[in-house]
């Protein structure tokens, strides 16, 4: 349990565990019960929430290779200096290491700054990761291709639902990296009820894209969400 209202500064290593009976691990705010399951958060909600800070091109959670049972409740995660990733889903290239499994994200505000540029807010390469009720914005920066989200190494399945997503490339994105050697095709993928925004600030920036997109995929669910301000660059 991580003190609403505190700062941590670092990039934190999420490891594999011995774990036979599954059992969870949460990192949660001190003020969790204040954020009220099934209501999307923002960032009038951060007083409540402990304040995760990368200061470096490190993601705030590196979650490793075979790290498994792992609960995000209740944080506001972000940087102060340009950073690739704010959560890394770790995989291994060599397609025998077990992905992350059972990373659940909930209620958080995952977000870059103005001044500071993030490729990637979430890089979901992890087996039954789900995202929900949380607000993920600010992810921007020049020449940089940007992602809310975005997954390719991983075969699923992947739920998405009560989000607010922002990014100026893709808000959110399936596909289209890890080459000849990538054995999996993201499946089983729910996405429902996301609000998938771009601010008009953005207009004339770089690497505007769209709000969604399958490089590669099966078996998606796009249901219920809302697109605003998407436009040729």
């Known amino acids: 349990m991580l003190d609403a209202g505190v700062t941590y500064t670092g990039s934190f290593r999420i490891p594999a565990k011995v774990n036979p009976n599954q059992n969870w691990i949460y990192v949660v705010s001190s003020n969790l019960v204040n954020l009220p399951a099934g209501n999307r958060v923002s ?35 972000t ?19 077990p992905l992350p499994d059972n990373i659940f994200i909930d209620r958080c505000y995952i977000h870059g700054l103005t001044t500071a540029s993030v490729h990637r807010a979430i890089l979901a390469d992890d087996t039954n990761f789900a995202i929900i ?12 291709e940007t992602q809310a989200l975005a997954a390719w190494w991983t075969p699923g399945p992947i739920k998405i639902v009560n989000n607010y997503l922002s990014a100026t490339t893709e808000n959110v994105m399936f ?54 301000n998407v436009w040729m660059n």
């Open 133 to 144: 009720d949380s607000y993920v914005s600010d992810v921007q920066g020049p020449g940089l």
């Open 43 to 77: 960032p009038a909600n951060v007083a409540n929430m402990p304040k995760l800070v990368s200061t470096n091109a490190a993601p705030v959670f590196d979650i490793l290779t075979g790290a498994n049972q792992w609960r995000f409740a209740g944080l506001n995660i």
């Open 175 to 228: 596909g289209g990296a890890g080459g000849p050697a990538n054995p999996y095709v993201p499946s089983d993928i729910e996405m429902r009820n996301n609000y998938l925004f771009k601010p008009l600030s953005w207009v004339g920036t770089s690497s505007i894209k769209d709000a969604f997109e399958i490089k590669s995929g099966q078996r998606v669910l796009f249901d219920s969400n809302t697109i605003e």
């Open 79 to 97: 940087e102060t200096a340009a950073a690739s990733n704010l959560i890394f889903g770790n995989y291994s290239n060599d397609g025998v290491a």
